[in-house]
């Protein structure tokens, strides 16, 4: 079984910023794509972003991109979702997931999830 660990969620202030981290402890990320999704209050979860072993991103909410940067530690078995500019609407649960080789934004695809991290942005 695949444990992923979500940390770095909080309470912060609209334009500040959070660092999630998705760690996979005693697992090697090897060829597997991390995607993080979100789901906010009454709404369904979706896609944020991605990222796959070479490195490539991916980004599927546009309200994130330029804001949210999607990066991986292979040597550490940890991804990381750095977001800056943070606003009321990004407020929601931040999940982490696994799946082999490619990215999705679709969560049907990913078997292997973390048990969520709370971002909440208000003044």
């Known amino acids: 079984q695949v444990q992923l660990v979500e940390s770095g969620g909080g309470l912060v202030q609209p334009g500040g910023s959070l660092r999630l981290s998705c760690a996979v402890p005693?697992?090697?990320?090897?060829?597997?794509?991390i995607g993080w999704f979100r789901q906010a209050p009454g709404k369904e979860r979706e896609g944020v972003s991605c990222?796959?072993?070479?490195?490539?991103?991916?980004y599927y909410v546009d309200s994130v991109k330029g804001r949210f940067t999607i990066s991986r530690d292979n040597a550490k078995n940890t991804v990381y979702l750095q977001m800056n500019n943070l606003n009321t609407e990004d407020t929601a649960v931040y999940y982490c997931?696994?799946?082999?080789?490619?990215?999705?934004?679709?969560?049907?695809?990913?078997?292997?999830w973390g048990q969520g991290t709370q971002v909440t942005v208000s003044s």
């Open positions: 997931a696994r799946r082999t080789n490619f990215c999705s934004g679709s969560q049907s695809d990913y078997a292997y």
């Open positions: 005693g697992f090697s990320l090897g060829l597997s794509a």
């Open positions: 990222i796959v072993k070479s490195g490539g991103k991916f």
